[in-house]
């Protein structure tokens, strides 16, 4: 009889923690990437920095998983004209970098997708960068 009380507390407690577990997953939604500069210098070598915040806590992001970046002109109607985004190092906690050409001043539109680890979802943002002198 005691082996079955102790095998239901066993279970109980087991469902709890797998329960409390998958409570502290977070939503795509609890993530936000921000710019860590609304302005940049136009030119080859422009140099956009997001932070990725988990919006429960404030605390910074590592290690996520950077899958997808454009940047565009469709702030300015120009959605065709795109320009190559590449990822280069940081040093800072949850900040990521891109290196990309910003041909002329305006506002560009930065896309950016990431996977956080051990979350499910997928974070996506639509950032507005303006490239002054």
Known sequence: MKSIFALRATTLAL?????ASQATKAAPEDYEFQ?????????????????????RTGAPVENAVIFTTRMDMAPGGMEAMTTPVETVPSEQPGIY???TNLVMSGDWRFSIAAKVQGETGTIESKLIVTAAQ
């Open 97 to 99: 970098r891109f290196k």
């Open 15 to 19: 469902a709890s923690l797998i329960v």
């Open 35 to 55: 710019l860590v500069e609304n302005e940049v210098k136009p030119g080859s070598e422009a140099i956009v920095a997001v932070r990725l915040v988990d919006k």
